[in-house]
């Protein structure tokens, strides 16, 4: 295994806290039981933050069709996944049988998929728990995976890159509008009216999710 996933895989020994939270120091262990601690005693020595990690991808698992391709697709690019939801979703089921389910378990796989890994995060049941709880981790080169707008409109702001279940790269150019088309169209059913609903998902959509989410992996 190569220094770079070492590093990665120690940012993430809790693969699910920020990356810029710092880790507090027991001054305890540090400092002798007959000697007194240190004046300038900081609590947040940059020595003991977590080191810099590479790139996730990030899985809005609400009534997303694509994780198993969104897997596969992540496996064959070394890159490690964290599908986030409420615990109603069942998030488990979506982890394939040999796949490992943390950066520790990772250790020692073949070097053909090193550094990929899974794990899940649960989230509190609610409107935009998932979202938020992706927005706080995100670092500029993730990946998220969601058919919400405003999460992809949140991911874009922080320097991820952001794609839909039927594979639609969102980018800055067109978000405001997409953003604006869904706000008038919660107006319109708010007053009693009706919208177009989605098409049902086809298997060219799975197609076209990964040969984007593949593209957008080699970045």
Known sequence: MNKENV???AAFDNPLVRNDEKKPINPSKNTPEDSEPDEEYDMWDEEHAAPPR??????????????SAALACARDACTPVVI???TTQNLERHIRHGDPRSPEKARGR???HDGFWVDVLDVSIGADSADFAIVERLLPNDIVVTQDIGLASMALGRGAAAIGVRGRVYDKATID???FIRHEEKKVRRAGGRTRGPEPFKGSDRTRFRHNLIELLRK
Request: net charge negative; aromatic share 4%; proline share 4%.
């Open 7 to 9: 590093s990665q895989m």
């Open 54 to 67: 590479g790139r996730v991808l990030f899985i809005d698992a609400d009534a997303c069709p694509v994780t």
């Open 84 to 86: 986030v939801g409420n």
């Open 110 to 112: 073949d070097a053909s």
């Open 177 to 179: 509008m997409q953003l």
